[in-house]
C-alpha cells in the first residue's frame, strides 16, 4: 500500500501545471527557501507561497482518498509514507 501511495503521489505531482510544481518540488524535495525559489523562477516570494499553497490545494483534493484511516476517518499517520510530505512546506513557512 504504501510503494502504491508513493507512486501516486509521484503522479499527481507530476499532473500538477508547471510553475506548482516547481514551486512544489524545489521548496519540498530540494529543501530550498522562498527566497531561493522565488530568484530562481523570477517570482516575488508571495506569489511562491501563492503557488505552492495552490498546488497543495490541488494535491490535498487528489490525496484524500489516502489520507484517512478506516477507523476514525482522521489522518493515516501510520500509513504515509517516509517520503518528503506535502505537509513539510508548512514547518518551512513558519
Request: with cysteine.
Amino acid at each position: 500500500m504504501a510503494e502504491e501511495l508513493r507512486r501516486y503521489i509521484a503522479q499527481r505531482v507530476s499532473a500538477l501545471p508547471p510553475r506548482q510544481r516547481e514551486v512544489l518540488i524545489l521548496l519540498v524535495y530540494e529543501g530550498l527557501s522562498a527566497e531561493e525559489v522565488g530568484e530562481l523562477l523570477d517570482m516575488r516570494v508571495a506569489n511562491v507561497y501563492a503557488t505552492l499553497y495552490q498546488a497543495r490545494q490541488r494535491l490535498r483534493i487528489e490525496l484524500a482518498p489516502f489520507m484517512t484511516d478506516s477507523a476514525g476517518g482522521g489522518p493515516a499517520a501510520r500509513t504515509r509514507p517516509t517520503a518528503p510530505s506535502v505537509e513539510k512546506c508548512n514547518a518551512k513557512r513558519n
